[in-house]
């Protein structure tokens, strides 16, 4: 593994890796000896580990300060102060190499740094997405209003098509609220397209501004193939995607033959996800609705052989639990961003489900969080849920 070397750490400026005093085998062993002690029941498989972490992350979200001649990016400290963190050796290239052209992007638009202490300015943040595979990049302004969409409108029509080529996709997001909330209330395109390829290994997504996207191309790439692998082991079937985003375990699912339904809440990632359904000729179908709302006409009120879920940080919800009993899967294929919430949801089914697999993915390396992949199996087809 890849050594990182950052100037931001030893001086203080960025304590996000908080392990940047370690080597990367060090971090990465005692990640594995933690799921283990969380684990103590099974065997862990051994870790994926990030080989490259040096460029790996592919999307960045940066605050921005100063003024619009001079605009600055970095990220927040404890002070909620925005400390310079331009060249971070963890963001794409893609990412770092786009800095000084949106200085420029910013000047000419006339977007001035949001100053929350006086609660003035337009412009809080700018969050950008890389996709290795297409040697695209995906900006979106973050603003607190529609005052400076017209000329960032011009702005874009002005760039050459060379930038263009690399700057696939522009939007605007709208967040009005005197927070440090990145997500915006409204979106507004500014390119024609707005959705991002994206390549992990065999599925292609089309990412959208909106869309929960993996942060690391590598080890997602690593952990979308062992789910595939996973999904092509067992016979047809019919499989239920939980908290799906733009489709990736339900394209893969779909590519191995399987019937695949995913849910997802956020309507954005629910149309990336018809769409790449759509252009690769995959028969998955999707529903953008909230688990608690689902009924069981909606999950074509019968069983399925396979639940995958991936949720956020605090693990399944009331809602998701419910639908998992009420399907009565064979199989649980369960990955985590959390291994204390795995751990709570894995108790849940005790005497009902048992960890057939468990693995782990440095997708944040030189920090202590990890991806863990776990597959559930039922202990008898007779068990009721």
Request: aromatic share 6%.
């Amino acid at each position: 593994m890849n050594a990182l070397c950052c100037p931001y750490f030893p001086a203080g400026t960025c304590r996000s890796c908080a392990c940047l005093d370690q080597t990367p085998e060090q971090v990465l062993v005692a990640k594995q000896a933690h799921l283990q002690g969380l684990f103590p029941e099974c065997a862990v498989a051994p870790a994926v580990a990030c080989h490259v972490p040096i460029g790996s992350r592919i999307r960045a979200r940066l605050a921005v300060s100063g003024q619009s001649e001079s605009a600055v990016f970095g990220f927040f400290d404890e002070q909620q102060r925005v400390v310079p963190v331009e060249d971070c050796p963890l963001h794409h290239p893609l990412i770092t190499g786009a800095i000084d052209g949106l200085r420029e992007f910013v000047r000419q638009a006339r977007l001035q740094p949001y100053d929350p202490e006086r609660n003035t300015g337009e412009l809080k943040f700018v969050v950008l997405t890389a996709s290795p595979s297409h040697g695209g990049l995906m900006i979106q302004w973050v603003l607190r209003s529609r005052e400076s969409v017209d000329r960032i409108r011009r702005v874009w029509g002005q760039l050459t098509e060379d930038l263009r080529r690399v700057w696939q996709v522009m939007s605007v997001g709208i967040q009005s609220q005197r927070s440090s909330r990145i997500q915006g209330d409204i979106e507004i395109g500014i390119s024609d397209t707005q959705r991002l390829p994206i390549r992990f290994g065999s599925v292609e997504l089309g990412v959208g501004s909106g869309s929960f996207v993996q942060t690391n191309h590598e080890i997602a790439s690593a952990l979308y193939l062992a789910v595939e692998q996973r999904l092509a082991d067992q016979p047809h079937g019919r499989v239920l995607d939980l908290y799906c985003g733009t489709g990736a375990f339900s394209l893969l699912a779909g590519r191995c033959g399987h019937d695949v339904l995913g849910i997802d809440i956020t309507a954005e990632a629910i149309a990336s996800a018809v769409e790449s359904a759509t252009r690769q000729g995959l028969a998955a179908r999707f529903v953008c609705q909230s688990l608690q709302t689902l009924s069981a006409d909606e999950t074509a009120a019968g069983r399925y052989d396979t639940v995958i879920c991936n949720p956020p940080r605090r693990g399944l919800d009331d809602a998701a639990e419910a639908l998992i009993r009420r399907v009565q899967p064979r199989r649980l294929i369960y990955s985590s961003c959390n291994p204390e919430t795995l751990r709570r949801d894995v108790d849940r089914w005790r005497g009902i489900f048992r960890i057939q697999f468990l693995q782990l993915f440095d997708m944040f390396p030189m920090n202590r969080h990890y991806e863990v992949l776990c597959e559930l199996v039922r202990e008898t087809d007779r068990t009721v849920l």
